[in-house]
């Protein structure tokens, strides 16, 4: 921080040009006693405001682009805020509104939703702009998802530290001592800079952080004071990146994790959130086929092809999926292990029950980056689980060794072991797909559409696209999931990380965001209770042309919590018909063709029979291809 | 296990009941009590509940399963919620569930 007789001398200044009228002369002159230089009072009374403006000297907020632009950040979201309208202004004037661009937003909570889907396309964060008070209690939740997520966002927040630059009540409102302590639980680093050469190496230093495997969020506090006072410091200069190497698992627990799978006789690999590199999905793969074990992918992030002989396809929850058949299990980054092996009773009725869901005696491995990141206060890192092999490591990074090692270890009678296990793992596959097409057919015709007809449909219109899935496949019961042929990075992003809704639409908006410079046709089955939490955000995807198909999933309500609440309803024996109150979007209904059209994009629909779906599909995808944002109203069945 | 064993002894016994519900009853009954809400209004099913649609089971172990469900995310809907009668009732309307199309007679099942 400038010290303070510096600093008000700038301020003095810097009111100068702006403040006319004795009182605030008056204020000057006094405050101007004990620090000189000073100009005569007289003489700053008869000059017009004009004639007393400063010369322009560079503003604090245009070092802090010059050092955001050596990240090669694209874009900037955020609405506007007077504590950090100095970064705003040099964004969009001295930085020319490129690297980065500035994305005009109507709540930060879609802001930084917005840069979760974006990085979990681009696999780079980008920048959130917000207030160090009001606006990060806007953003809180969708930082928290992001953490939960492992998604690497920069959060710059506007605070004003000193109190001789608080302007009014406004300003006492929105500052505070330590701005990123509110979400301090679930970023991974934060600094408050007090000079411009501090900011420069902090905010350096926090996008290496950032993108350190665990990837996390991570906040820069831009002093109002440093970005609006003139430069002063000397010789300031930016320090290059340097981006560390992920961490890897240990060699020798890596070639124990090998010994465990080639011997075992049914290994089953379960992938969560493993691939955060397009590299991810081709050593999976190589790790599957080499030992032919079957895949069961979580669909947190695009693991695995889902058509691939050795992909389990989901038939129940892939969070869970069923592991009574491995003697071996390795989780690559896996959500919440404990789960992935006991099973608890939803419903509470006796006590929690508890049993587990793998065979006694079944190895169980992990190698995940997760624990180099555990925090005290929120329970994201889940129940403690007794594994035999935990290596802490990156997965991604570590499969090559393991791969490595698994190769060096398999025998020709292995090998030949192995080969029949991969192909009754293929055959039962076949099966699977089988039966899903089966109850796919299951209410094709009905009204509202079924989830499978509407995955069903707008396979149909895009599998000859390049095409991108950027939104959750679980609140339509993974149709899309079972139907379509997922293969590319790019094919699917996962969900939001701690089930915080409000995610859904402005995260698409920045995957498509991402997309758009590849030309890619992104799709978003958009849920209607998350569209509701910020649906402003539909007109940043139109005012930034932003092409993007959404297609509502509307069931017309908080449909998970109506399950609840009728669950709870019929286990207290009070009847169920009550369960609607408090969940449900109805008397009115909401229109959201009419919303989309509101803000400025196209809509259609209600649609309600499915015979009106592939037109409706056809016309929208033109207007996507336009490289416009539309959206298709869809009543649906609940899931 | 024992609940399997239970439906089927169940099953056994009523293989030559004859359903008695009022179908309509039982779709107002069917919307009024949220089983759409899992089951899906055609009764095919979804991440929550299981296909009701074309169901095997004879009314009695239908019954037997709404009482005492087997899965850990489905409620027991005792008698105080809904009477036998009334699943009677659901229970004819889900038998009016039409048999799905093909799938080999749906193209986009085949794509």
């Known amino acids: 921080m400038p010290d303070s007789k510096k600093t008000a001398v700038d301020r003095r200044r810097f009111l100068r040009g702006a403040v006319t009228g004795a009182a605030a002369l008056a204020a000057q002159a006094t405050t101007a006693k004990a620090q000189e230089p000073v100009a005569p009072a007289a003489e700053k009374a008869v000059k017009s405001a004009s004639e007393s403006a400063p010369a322009f000297e560079r503003p604090g907020s245009d070092f802090m682009v ?9 874009y900037c979201a955020a609405n506007p805020g007077t504590s950090f309208r100095g970064l705003h202004e040099s964004v969009i004037n001295y930085g020319g509104n490129t690297m980065p661009e500035f994305l005009t937003c109507l709540h930060e909570e879609s802001s930084v939703a917005m840069a979760h889907g974006y990085a979990k396309i681009e696999g780079k964060p980008m920048m959130v702009m917000a207030h160090g008070t009001v606006g990060l209690q806007h953003a809180s939740m969708a930082i928290y998802n992001a953490y939960a997520d492992r998604v690497p966002l920069i959060v710059m927040l506007g605070n004003i530290l000193d109190i001789n630059y608080r302007r009014g009540s406004a300003d006492w409102y929105h500052s505070v001592q330590d701005a990123a302590a509110m979400v301090r639980d679930y970023i991974k680093w934060d600094d408050t800079p007090v000079t411009l050469a501090h900011f420069a190496e902090s905010t350096v230093r ?97 693991n695995f092809p889902s058509h691939h002989p050795l992909n389990i396809p989901a038939v129940g929850d892939p969070i869970t999926p069923s592991l009574g058949d491995a003697d071996v299990v390795l989780g690559l ?35 995940s980056a997760i624990e180099l990141n555990h925090k005290s206060n929120y329970q994201d890192f889940g129940r403690y689980v007794e594994v035999d092999l935990n290596i802490t490591g990156d997965a991604e990074a570590t499969l090559p060794e393991l791969i490595d090692a698994v190769k060096r270890l398999i025998t020709a009678d292995r090998k030949r072991a192995f080969e029949q296990r991969g192909m009754k793992i293929a055959d039962a596959n076949r099966k699977l797909h089988d039966r899903n097409r089966e109850l796919a057919a299951v209410a094709w015709d009905a009204s509202p559409v079924s989830t499978a007809r509407l995955a069903a449909e707008v396979w149909n219109q895009i599998k000859n696209e ?49 997309n758009r410079k590849h030309g890619r046709l992104t799709v978003n089955i958009q849920p209607d209770g998350d569209m509701n939490y910020a649906p402003g955000v539909l007109w940043t995807a139109a005012h930034h042309k932003i092409p993007l198909l959404t297609i509502m999933h509307n069931n017309r309500a908080y449909h998970q919590e109506r399950m609840y609440i009728q669950m709870m309803a019929a286990k207290h024996d009070r009847g169920v018909e009550r369960a609607d109150i408090g969940t449900s979007f109805k008397d009115p209904f909401i229109n959201y063709a009419m919303m989309a059209k509101t803000y400025g ?6 649609i309600s029979d499915p015979k009106d779906l592939a037109p409706a599909l056809r016309r929208a995808i033109e207007v996507v291809k336009k490289g416009e944002p539309a959206l298709i109203d869809v009543v649906t069945q609940p899931r | 296990m024992k609940t399997a064993l239970l439906i089927l002894l169940l099953a056994a016994a009523a293989l030559a009941q004859t359903t008695a519900g ?33 169901t ?27 009477s036998d009668q009334e699943l009677a009732d659901v229970y004819a309307y889900i038998k009016t569930f039409p048999e799905p199309t093909p799938v080999k007679d749906i193209p986009l099942l085949n794509q």
């Not at chain 1, 955001?68 to 694209?74: A, G």
């Not at chain 2, 089951?39 to 074309?54: D, F, I, K, P, S």
Request: hydrophobic residues 40%; charged residues 20%.
């Open chain 1, 466 to 514: 390049d095409w991108s899935l950027v939104s959750n496949d679980r609140y339509p019961s993974y149709w899309n999931t079972r139907l379509w042929n997922f293969t590319k990075p790019y094919h699917y992003i996962g969900a939001q990380g701690a089930a915080g809704i409000g995610y859904g639409a402005p995260a698409a908006v920045g995957a498509a965001l991402a």
């Open chain 2, 56 to 82: 095997k089971l004879p009314l009695v172990a239908f019954t037997a399963i709404v009482r005492n469900p087997p899965s850990s995310n489905m409620p027991p809907f005792r008698a105080k919620v809904m």
């Open chain 1, 66 to 74: 010059d050092v955001i632009k050596t990240l090669d950040i694209e």
């Open chain 1, 601 to 606: 994009m196209y809509g259609d629909g209600p």
């Open chain 1, 206 to 302: 926090a996008y290496n952080i950032a993108m350190t495997p665990p990837f996390e969020p991570v906040v820069i506090v831009a002093d109002g004071v440093l970005q609006e006072e003139p430069i002063r410091e000397k010789n300031l200069r930016i320090p290059k990146l340097v981006v560390s190497a992920p961490p890897r698992g240990d060699s020798g627990a890596v070639a124990e994790a090998a010994k465990l799978l080639v011997d075992a006789e049914n290994p089953v690999i379960v992938a969560g959130r493993l691939a955060r590199t397009p590299h991810g999905i081709e050593l999976l793969t190589e790790l599957a086929e080499t030992l032919q074990a079957g895949v069961r992918d979580q669909r947190l992030r695009m």
């Open chain 2, 22 to 54: 009022s179908t309509d009853n039982g779709k107002r009954l069917f919307l009024r009590n949220g089983c759409y809400q899992c089951h899906g209004y055609a009764g095919q099913g979804g991440l929550n509940g299981v296909r009701l649609a074309q």
């Open chain 1, 333 to 367: 980054e896996a959500q919440e292990l404990w789960s992935l092996t006991h099973k608890m009773t939803g419903l509470n009725k006796y006590g929690m029950e508890v049993t587990p869901t793998i065979r006694p005696g079944t190895k169980l491995i992990s190698i």
